[in-house]
């Protein structure tokens, strides 16, 4: 029998698969990727048709060091989602599509998402 944990786990990637089955971002409209850990948040802008990263920005982004001091996760999460927005257009990106790497679009993933919009980027 299979632990609660790698339940979830093996559920996430799932529905990641599926999901990624029919995302695909080119270099008009980049995936906006986003990983995230118990204690951290990743995301990156990635261009599948040629197979290059074109951003990113993390929870542990020097840019962000003493900034992060005190917020919870959430709040740590919507920075991160405006930092990215930043970095993306520096880049010259405005038009992402959203890949919330299979889970569930609430709490950090939401905040993430909205910090992203908020910073400039359509989905």
């Not at 599948?48 to 740590?76: C, F, H, M, Y």
């Not at 010259?92 to 790497?101: L, P, Q, S």
């Not at 909205?114 to 400039?120: N, Q």
């Amino acid at each position: 029998m299979k632990s609660i944990a790698k339940q979830r786990r093996d559920s996430r990637i799932k529905r990641h698969r599926r999901i990624r089955k029919r995302l695909r971002g080119t270099q008009e409209r980049p995936r906006l990727c986003v990983f995230r850990t118990s204690k951290h948040v990743y995301a990156q802008i990635v261009d599948d048709v040629r197979g290059v990263t074109l951003g990113g920005a993390s929870s542990q982004s020097p840019e962000l060091g003493d900034e992060l001091q005190g917020k919870n996760k959430t709040e740590i999460s919507r920075r991160v989602g405006e930092l990215v927005a930043e970095r993306a257009k520096a880049a010259g990106i405005e038009k992402v599509c959203f890949d919330r790497g299979g889970y569930l679009y609430h709490g950090r993933i939401k905040a993430f998402a909205e910090g992203a919009r908020k910073g400039g980027l359509e989905f």
